[in-house]
């Protein structure tokens, strides 16, 4: 950890560390929380092979957290080193501190209230960067959530892939196949504009998410792929992992179940708020948003663990594989709920 401490005395002057602890919960960025005399604050440092255009990253960032405070709206700050920059760059690799919000963080929705808030809370964070200069941000990852691209890539996988992993995830792969046509159409229309770019977070998972005591949002985090996107990114990531009972990483299938009621008091949600400004292609289509994303993720896992895991953390052998299937059981009954 003198690392750590090193890159903290970039930031802070005469500053006394008391515990360092380091947060698992990404999978890309390596993060720690750091009690000090000063206070307590996060450190996280830029996976900068996923994100090569890392100045990119640090721009989107700055401008929107800065738009966002400039308009009173609760959201991260981090701390200048001493050269005034939000970030260091230690010869190696970029480091950034922000101050640490006393919080709590949830791996699913636990009530259709916090759902029916949460869903809110995104289409005000939505609306709130309608004003924003969307020109002004660059794409920091290019076709982050393009699904059809990423069905390519997956495919691409499977020529490159060792046998034995190929005939682990035989199942799975079938499966994709199977269901891209119907899932091509909707990505296609984001494709070709008719569901617009709006600034939109771009990784809404449930643990970006901060609580107070009273299961209300304090604010968003986790602002690396801030960018232009559709509203359907958003709210489909959301509910990946807000409408799921288990997590991402349930080995055991029998608990990955679609709660519909979360599902619906998240969408009364952000219908409320969305309505003002949706357009009627987002309005007719934002029912697609869940099972575009859950298709999308097992085609980014699917392909990572046919590339030996090269992109996300992970603990274990068939971790990528096994986060591959839970993305799949919670496609199936989330399109025959919605009768797709
Ligand atoms: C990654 O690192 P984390 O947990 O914030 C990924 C997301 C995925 C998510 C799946 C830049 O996010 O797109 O949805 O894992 N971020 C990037 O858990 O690829
Ligand atoms: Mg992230």
Redesign the pocket.
Known sequence: MESISRIIDHFLVNVKINTITTIH?????STFKIETDQGEFIVQKI?QK??PNTSALLHNKERVIHYLKGIGFPTISYIANKEGLTYTYDGDEVWQLSVYIPSRIKEKISSPIIAEKLGTYLANFHKVLLDFPIDELEFT?PD?HNTIKRFDDFQESIKHANQQRLEQAKESIVFLKNNFNFIKEIATKIDLGEIPLRVVH??T?I??MLFDENDDIICII?F??IMPGSILHDVG?AL??GSNTSS?NERDLTKVKFDTEIYESFMKGYRSEAISFMITEELENINLSLPL?LFE?AC??LEDYLNNDS???TDYENQNLV?VKTQIKLFDQVISYLKL
């Open positions: 919960s990404g999978l890309i960025n996976n996923v994100f990852i982050f771009n990784d998972k643990g970006n986790d690396d792929t990531d990946r992992s991402e994303l993720q980014r896992f992109y996300y953390n986060r």
